[in-house]
């Protein structure tokens, strides 16, 4: 069955950075886009970055956008989130999704969400001093 586990959550500084892995399981990685979501304390959950099953195109909301960085490593099963110059804001769990759907085509997050079939449980990130 497919299966999504997030890694590399953790307390991080403001200005600091963070690499979010997400292993996957029982899918070929290499037919799938993967997405990124977050659900920061008392909030809805947010879509924040999405990426096609060859790498491009890569799409971030504005929040993200120049700071997050979305990868994969369709040979390891692998996709990070790279995450640089955190902010307080940032802090929330962050789940990555995938659906077999081909969903990561220019839609706002929040309509990609929908499409989304399979969950991780999350990383929590904590952007404090």
């Known amino acids: 069955q497919v299966q999504l586990v997030e890694s590399g959550g953790g307390l991080v500084e403001p200005g600091g950075s963070l690499r979010l892995s997400c292993a996957t399981s029982?899918?070929?990685?290499?037919?799938?886009?993967m997405a990124w979501f977050r659900q920061a304390p008392g909030k809805e959950r947010e879509g924040i970055s999405c990426?096609?099953?060859?790498?491009?195109?890569?799409y971030y909301t504005d929040s993200v956008k120049g700071r997050f960085t979305f990868s994969r490593d369709n040979g390891r099963n692998m996709v990070y989130l790279h995450m640089n110059n955190l902010k307080p804001d940032d802090t929330a769990v962050y789940y990555c999704?995938?659906?077999?759907?081909?969903?990561?085509?220019?839609?706002?997050?929040?309509?990609?969400?929908?499409?989304?079939?399979?969950w991780g449980k999350g990383t929590l990130v904590t952007v404090s001093s």
């Open positions: 999704a995938t659906s077999r759907r081909e969903f990561c085509t220019g839609r706002a997050m929040w309509d990609v969400e929908y499409d989304m079939a399979y």
């Open positions: 990426i096609s099953h060859r790498g491009q195109p890569v």
């Open positions: 029982g899918f070929n990685l290499n037919y799938y886009h």
